[in-house]
């Protein structure tokens, strides 16, 4: 039987990254519900790198869909679902990167932009 074990220090490491974790999620969420609330209000975005939009999901509950094309066939089923409110969760801000600036706007890379 061998004689390793579980380091104090990975579990010190393991518990400091899981509260850096915690503590960069909650402020991600504190900044994503503030922007939310601007691209709710249709505030204007700066140009540059970074784009945020709202992601709007619809949802059904699949159960009742399954019922009704047994019981009542495809055509109703539809007919009924277009026909029906839906549930409609808050929306989600998603943010993407473009290309950084230079070349975004045709100008040649300079190479100050840092490289992760």
């Known amino acids: 039987m061998s004689?390793?074990?579980i380091t104090q220090h990975e579990l010190q490491e393991v518990y400091e990254l899981d509260r850096d974790i915690a503590q960069r999620l909650e402020r991600s969420n504190?900044?994503?519900?503030?922007?939310?609330?601007l691209l709710i209000a249709k505030m204007p975005t700066e140009p540059g790198r970074f784009h945020a939009r709202l992601?709007?999901?619809t949802v059904r509950h699949p159960a009742w869909k399954t019922a009704?094309?047994?019981h009542l066939g495809v055509e109703f089923a539809e007919e009924f679902r277009k026909a029906a409110p839906?549930?409609?969760l808050p929306p989600e801000v998603f943010i993407e990167e473009h290309a950084v600036e230079p070349l975004w706007k045709g100008l040649p890379d300079t190479g100050t932009e840092s490289h992760n």
Not at 32 to 37: G, I
Request: hydrophobic letters at 45%; glycine letters at 0%; proline letters at 0%.
């Open 3 to 5: 004689h390793v074990h």
């Open 30 to 37: 504190h900044l994503k519900e503030n922007l939310r609330a």
């Open 55 to 57: 992601v709007w999901r």
């Open 68 to 70: 009704v094309i047994e």
């Open 86 to 88: 839906a549930n409609t």
